[in-house]
């Protein structure tokens, strides 16, 4: 069962605070938790289904009123940047997610919980879960938290592992690992944000800011490889 102190932090950091908790704990459920205790409790696939469309109707609608303009073919793939697998997978990472979610014992070994697929699948069931229990509303509000963002920055959702890319890059380059460290904090104690700067070798390259210091590892890393990149492609010019 979802602890209450983790299901008050994650409920603080949706924006919504959940009547029917089952809902929340079937999110997070996957399938392999379900198989493993035999219980007759949902997992997270029917609200999957639920979340995608509901997601899609969103995302449809505020780029409808946004963009004027916009054409058919236009709305569409800006709608598809923002409710792809890994357009999910980051607002799931921005949320520590992977912490939150029940695993079979084989599928945790195996690194289920920063799998971008299990990440993708649980956001998805997420909003679902927000949908049945505060409606349209619920969802709409997540998407301007959220969805909004990814569209901000449309080229990042390509890029569902960046600590991962840039430990490869470091690693083919200079033989060495990144280190990250956390360089400010701030907001109150129940919405705290955090700065985390990537180092290379005691040098500071790119910054990062999310509301968890794995989040912001994670987009600090990424803006250490568009650093790296534009470093590389202004060396073969």
């Known amino acids: 069962m979802l602890e209450r102190k983790q299901r008050k932090t994650l409920e603080k950091a949706l924006g919504h605070r ?9 999110a997070l459920t996957h399938p392999s938790y379900r198989h493993e205790q ?15 469309a509901a997601w899609g109707l969103a995302a449809a609608a505020d780029l409808y009123h946004r963009h004027p303009q916009g054409t058919e073919g236009d709305l569409t793939h800006r709608r598809s940047l923002a409710a792809n697998r890994n357009a999910f997978a980051r607002i799931a990472r921005s949320l520590d997610l992977g912490t939150y979610l029940f695993l079979g014992r084989g599928e945790e070994r195996s690194g289920g919980r920063e799998r971008t697929s299990n ?11 927000l949908y ?24 990042t959702v390509e890029d569902d592992n960046p600590k ?3 430990q ?26 955090y700065v985390c700067a990537a180092q290379i070798k005691d040098e500071r390259y790119g910054e990062g800011r999310g509301m968890t210091k794995r989040a912001a590892e994670s987009m600090a890393a990424r803006e250490t490889l568009r650093l790296l990149n534009a470093a590389d492609k202004r060396q073969d010019d």
Request: charge should be negative; glycine fraction near 10%; charged fraction near 25%.
């Open 18 to 26: 959940f009547r029917n908790r089952q809902l929340l704990v079937a």
């Open 38 to 52: 035999s219980t007759d409790g949902e997992d997270n696939q029917r609200l999957e289904f639920l979340g995608d």
């Open 119 to 129: 990440l993708a699948d649980a956001m998805e069931a997420l909003i679902g879960a």
């Open 132 to 155: 049945l229990d505060g409606g349209p509303k619920a969802v709409d509000r997540a998407y301007q938290r959220f969805g909004q963002p990814v569209l901000a920055d449309p080229e």
């Open 164 to 166: 991962g890319r840039l």
């Open 168 to 193: 490869e890059y470091c690693q083919q380059k200079w033989k060495v690992n990144p280190h990250y460290e956390i360089i400010e904090v701030t907001g109150p104690a129940h919405a705290k944000a």
